[in-house]
């Protein structure tokens, strides 16, 4: 029973699954037959593979190491062979530098006989004790007496008593040689030096081969060839070093196990070193030679991989046919139960895990029999709610639109209205706003009623809140009227009965400082709204109060900007006004100020003409004013243009400089310009731009009380590059933002001191704008301040001032 329990919660996922997705999740591949064999017969193939490998490497490792030890035991018999070579030699010319020996043709004798037993001997040569060549004899029978000096060979200085000398192996056309010296006993007696023909070494090579293939050769300690068992290579002065096994070796490095010969060909190689000579000595084999039986191991293997492929994948086709047939039988069924066939019934009787699965989905169609059944049922509900809700959402976007499309306060009423009427499934409906001065309601808008019907509810007005609006009014709260007659305080009761109207859903529009009005829906149904149609209807309210709410205060936006464009334009004509009617007495007042200065009207005293002075200075910085108040209003009222024509900027500079020099120079400051060449021609407004630097220029010198003011101009790409710095207090950077707005000046002691209006910035920066253009102002208290003026170089058309 438990196991039954287990399964059953095993199975829980695939009735709750639906049949399609139950199908693509046990059927997910084509054939189950061809997956059945695929996963037996990988696992044979995994198993012999693993144990093919395993035998293969094992076989491939004893094997290499017997065939390294073998080749290493021949390296090392052929080495010490090499080395009783060595010695043989070196005992044959012992014997010839005896004491006994102390005649010329007793010397002679003994050389002949070692030429005639030692064939690797090919000349011997007896030297005395000056150096001097005594006599030579070689192989072929030849005397020789040419007296060479020897005293510079290294055979001299190194022959000895006790042991022979080996000289470096040379590669001469016959072959490569060595000689050997031995002194002789006593004192400046001389020595014995015999040259040696190491080509007989082959032949102790080539005695130690014992396999096919196997080769041996031997090399100096550079790697250069001395003798091989295949002969043809010896006297060629072969360089082996770049041989790997060999490069190894000479290097100190670990040896190679598997290096390659003189063609490329990978070879088995074995290595030992003849110690008295540091002679390296190989024994190699053709790694495909050496290495038969492991390829022999693998045919043998890869028949009998074959042959449990083909058992393999009988036996798996013969197991996968007798599991196919109660899987077939389930598969089937699962695909009537995905086509809905849910009176299909599974028979497998197999009495293990297919016949549970087989049981199982049995159950599950007689499940999904009655859960279909309820399903249905509820679908046909949710399409009905999804519908009302897509209805709902519908009413809801609509009105929203009309929110944001228009600001009609009625056409937005009625469409939210309407929509109310329709989805809370009423007959008829009305939103009364609410007169807060008058205290009563009165009937803004009507869906679904006579029209005679609305002219009367018009008519009527609704001032006393005692009823049933008067508790809207005064509570805030949606009331429900199941049946309006019972509801004495229910607004024109009696007419209502008499249009048929029985229930009532009044919904109050409250907004933040209070209610605005009541939206109403009525029925020709007795008994109250639905809980939901209250909800959705409280929504409709809401989208009413912010259409009221948008409507006022878009009247009351309207009006103010009604107010500020006439206010704004009163102050234009207000300044343009004022400031031609101050110019036109100020300009009288200068015009005879200055002619009494220039004695028309007679000689002043000194005291008169101080005062004089002093009329004309204030005269014209109030006429100054009045001429940039002028230029703001004309600015503000956008009735200023520019006159483009061409300029020179030079001379534009120099008018500047040339009107400021007298202020600087009376306060002591230093006035300098600095101008690169060549400046282009511009165009622009020339009265203007004049303007502009005259007022910056004029606010350098005026803040400035020691040091200067100096004006740099240059073009840079399609600008012109003006700099005014001076080296005044300096700004503060909270001043350095507000310096360019209207009336505007830095907030301090010295600003307040200088006096001004704060106009000229703010004008010069429109002028700058308006020519495309930008000013600017980098500043640190104590330290001065430089403006910098960009202007393009061309101005083709008047651009909007900011």
């Not at 010198?701 to 004006?711: A, Q």
Request: proline share 3%; hydrophobic share 45%.
């Amino acid at each position: 029973m438990k196991m039954l329990s287990t399964r059953d919660d095993a199975l829980k996922p695939a009735l709750t699954a639906s049949p399609t997705d139950l199908l693509r999740n046990l059927f997910r591949q084509r054939s189950l037959f061809g997956k059945y064999i695929a996963y037996f017969v990988g696992l044979v193939v995994f198993v012999l593979t693993i144990s093919s490998a395993v035998d293969v490497w094992i076989t491939y490792r004893d094997t290499k190491n017997m065939l390294l030890h073998a080749q290493g035991e021949k390296a090392d018999a052929a080495a010490r062979r090499v080395e009783q070579f060595l010695a043989e030699l070196e005992r044959q010319i012992s014997w010839a530098t005896r004491a006994s020996a102390v005649t010329a043709d007793q010397r002679q004798e003994d050389y002949r006989r070692i030429l005639a037993n030692t064939p690797a001997i090919a000349e011997i040569a007896q030297i005395d004790g000056s150096g001097k060549e005594v006599v030579t004899l070689s192989r072929d029978g030849g005397v020789l007496h040419t007296g060479d000096d020897w005293t510079l060979t290294a055979a001299f200085r190194e022959a000895r008593m006790d042991s022979a000398w080996f000289g470096p192996v040379v590669f001469a056309s016959t072959g490569p040689r060595m000689q050997i010296a031995m002194a002789h006993a006593g004192e400046g007696a001389g020595f014995t030096v015999a040259e040696i023909e190491l080509k007989y070494l082959s032949d102790i090579l080539n005695g130690i081969q014992a396999g096919p293939g196997i080769s041996a050769y031997l090399t100096t300690s550079e790697g250069r060839l001395i003798a091989h068992t295949d002969t043809s290579l010896v006297g060629k002065n072969l360089d082996m070093s770049r041989l790997p096994q060999v490069h190894a070796l000479k290097k100190s490095d670990a040896p190679v196990d598997i290096g390659s010969d003189l063609e490329g060909q990978s070879v088995l190689s074995a290595a030992a070193t003849v110690p008295r000579m540091n002679w390296l000595l190989f024994v190699e084999q053709p790694v495909s030679q050496a290495f038969g039986p492991v390829i022999a191991l693998l045919v043998r293997l890869a028949w009998l991989f074959a042959l449990g492929l083909i058992l393999c994948v009988g036996a798996g086709m013969l197991l996968a046919q007798r599991m196919m047939g109660p899987i077939r039988a389930v598969q089937e069924g699962a695909l009537r139960l995905a086509a809905g066939d849910f009176d299909h019934m599974i028979e497998v009787h197999t009495g293990d895990e297919v016949e549970v699965l087989a049981d199982e989905f049995n159950r599950m169609a007689a499940q999904l029999r009655e859960f279909y059944a309820r399903l249905e049922q509820k679908v046909d509900d949710r399409t009905r709610d999804l519908a009302r809700s897509v209805s709902e959402l519908k009413a809801l976007e609509e009105i929203g639109r009309a929110l944001a499309a228009s600001l009609e306060l009625s056409e937005v009423l009625q469409t939210a209205l309407t929509h109310a009427v329709e989805l809370a499934e009423a007959d008829g409906g009305a939103i009364y706003s609410f007169d807060r001065e008058r205290n009563a309601f009165h009937l803004a808008e009507a869906h679904g009623l006579d029209p005679s019907f609305v002219a009367a509810l018009r008519e009527v007005k609704l001032t006393r809140l005692d009823g049933l609006l008067g508790e809207v009014a005064e509570h805030g709260r949606t009331v429900q009227v199941p049946e309006i007659g019972d509801v004495p305080g229910f607004p024109l009761r009696a007419a209502t009965i008499a249009a048929g109207f029985r229930s009532a859903l009044v919904v109050p529009l409250i907004a933040p400082d209070g209610v605005l009005g009541a939206l109403l829906v009525e029925s020709r149904r007795p008994g109250p709204f639905a809980a939901n149609k209250v909800s959705l209807m409280q929504a409709f309210a809401h989208q009413s109060v912010l259409a009221m709410r948008n409507a006022r205060l878009f009247r009351k936006v309207e009006e103010n900007g009604r107010q500020l464009a006439i206010a704004s334009e009163h102050k234009s004509r207000f300044f343009a006004n004022m400031s031609h009617e101050l110019r036109t007495p100020l300009n009288a007042i200068l015009g005879y100020a200055e002619l009494l200065r220039d004695g028309l009207y007679g000689d002043l005293p000194d005291r008169a003409k101080g005062v004089l002075e002093r009329v004309q200075s204030n005269g014209a910085h109030l006429l100054g004013l009045i001429n940039d108040v002028l230029d703001l209003s004309k600015l503000e009222a956008g009735e200023l243009s520019l006159a483009l024509d061409e300029y020179s900027m030079r001379n534009i500079i120099e008018q500047v400089v040339g009107t400021t020099y007298s202020l600087a120079h009376a306060k002591g400051l230093q006035l300098s310009e600095e101008i690169e060449e060549p400046l282009p021609i511009g165009r622009g407004d020339e009265r203007r731009l004049v303007q502009v630097l005259l007022n910056v220029l004029s606010n350098a010198i005026k803040f400035t009380d020691e040091g200067g003011v100096t004006i740099n101009a240059r073009a840079v790409a399609d600008m012109f590059e003006i700099i005014v710095k001076d080296t005044g207090p300096g700004i503060a950077p909270d001043d350095q933002a507000r310096i360019f707005e209207a009336f505007q000046q830095g907030d301090n002691t010295s600003t307040r001191q200088k006096g001004g209006t704060g106009l000229g910035l703010s004008i010069s920066k429109r002028f700058v704008e308006m020519h495309g253009g930008t000013i600017s102002v980098a500043s640190k208290l104590g330290e001065g301040a430089t403006f910098t003026i960009h202007i393009p170089i061309r101005v083709e058309r008047q651009k909007a001032a900011a």
